[in-house]
């Protein structure tokens, strides 16, 4: 071993510690370069995150209020029959309706309004209500307004 105290026996070359200055740049250049990186991958994770949540949460009422848009216009084309329970009514109280479609309406209403016979302006009452008298039926009259 050694004569003196202290000594190691070790080479010069193993003494040396490294440069000061190579140690800060690698130091400050590892932070920054971790720094951005984390930068990085939380600006995706909230780009890709936004996606998903316009993709599952705000388009969905869409396509469901295009579905049902769709199936109410396909009712429009269509004849049919319903029932309506007035307000505080029960069942047998329901009064029935048939709906016809939109076209067929429209040349019923344009067919009653040409016919001068089928149709007048009531005058008694005012507020420009249109009383439709039916010459079959027994003197009933319908006023609409």
Same mark, same amino acid.
């Given at each position: 071993?050694?004569?003196?105290?202290? &000594?190691?026996?070790? /080479?010069? !070359?193993?003494?040396? %510690?490294?440069? +000061?200055?190579?140690?800060?740049?690698?130091?400050?250049?590892?932070?920054?370069?971790?720094?951005?990186?984390?930068?990085?991958?939380?600006?995706?994770?909230?780009?890709?995150?936004?996606?998903?949540?316009?993709?599952?949460?705000?388009?969905?009422?869409?396509?469901?209020?295009? &579905?049902?848009?769709? /199936?109410? !216009?396909?009712?429009? %084309?269509?004849? +049919?029959?319903?029932?309506?329970?007035?307000?505080?009514?029960?069942?047998?109280?329901?009064?029935?309706?048939?709906?016809?479609?939109?076209?067929?309406?429209?040349?019923?209403?344009?067919?009653?309004?040409?016919?001068?016979?089928?149709?007048?302006?009531?005058?008694?009452?005012?507020?420009?209500?249109?009383?439709?008298?039916?010459?079959?039926?027994?003197?009933?009259?319908?006023?609409?307004?």
């Amino acid at each position: 071993m050694s004569s003196h105290p202290g &000594e190691d026996n070790l /080479e010069p !070359e193993q003494l040396d %510690d490294p440069e +000061a200055g190579w140690t800060w740049f690698l130091s400050l250049a590892s932070i920054i370069l971790l720094v951005i990186t984390v930068v990085a991958v939380t600006v995706l994770f909230y780009f890709f995150r936004d996606l998903e949540v316009e993709k599952k949460v705000i388009d969905q009422p869409a396509l469901q209020l295009s &579905e049902l848009r769709g /199936e109410q !216009e396909a009712q429009l %084309d269509q004849y +049919a029959k319903y029932q309506v329970i007035p307000i505080g009514g029960t069942e047998e109280d329901a009064e029935d309706y048939i709906r016809i479609p939109i076209d067929r309406a429209m040349e019923i209403i344009n067919a009653e309004a040409r016919s001068p016979k089928t149709s007048a302006v009531d005058e008694q009452g005012g507020g420009g209500s249109i009383v439709l008298r039916d010459s079959s039926s027994s003197g009933r009259e319908d006023v609409r307004q």
